[in-house]
Nanobody, 124 residues
Framework: QVQLAESGGGLVQAGGSLRLSCAASGRTSERYTMGWFRQAPGKEREFVGGITRSGSRIYYADFVKGRFTIARDNAKNTVYLQMNSLKPEDTAVYYC?????????????????WGQGTQVTVSS
């Protein structure tokens, strides 16, 4: 089992940047494919992007392509979500998730472990 903890959220103006971190503890995180999701008020949780165990493959949702970047440092058991050119519609609680399967998945139910989330608020 692995425990996940997100950090790095906050309030930022439109056009600004934030970097979220997801620290894993328990079983080594390097065996897990990681995903980032977000949930805005009144909306369903949606997939943002994912990264395979080795980091060799990364997949993004269309609405973040070119603005967000996912990376991982297995030595630090940490996955990152660098968010640039933020927009007010990016306001949401951001979650990281882990699955013990080699491929990236885009559905919530395909992930086994979740963090508590970190709030990102983008002001206009």
């Amino acid at each position: 089992q692995v425990q996940l903890a997100e950090s790095g959220g906050g309030l930022v103006q439109a056009g600004g940047s934030l970097r979220l971190s997801c620290a894993a503890s328990g079983r080594t995180s390097e065996r897990y494919t990681m995903g980032w999701f977000r949930q805005a008020p009144g909306k369903e949780r949606e997939f943002v992007g994912g990264i395979t165990r080795s980091g060799s493959r990364i997949y993004y949702a269309d609405f973040v392509k070119g603005r967000f970047t996912i990376a991982r440092d297995n030595a630090k058991n940490t996955v990152y979500l660098q968010m640039n050119s933020l927009k007010p519609e990016d306001t949401a609680v951001y979650y990281c998730a882990a699955r013990d399967v080699i491929t990236i998945a885009t559905k919530e139910y395909e992930y086994d472990y979740w963090g508590q989330g970190t709030q990102v608020t983008v002001s206009s």
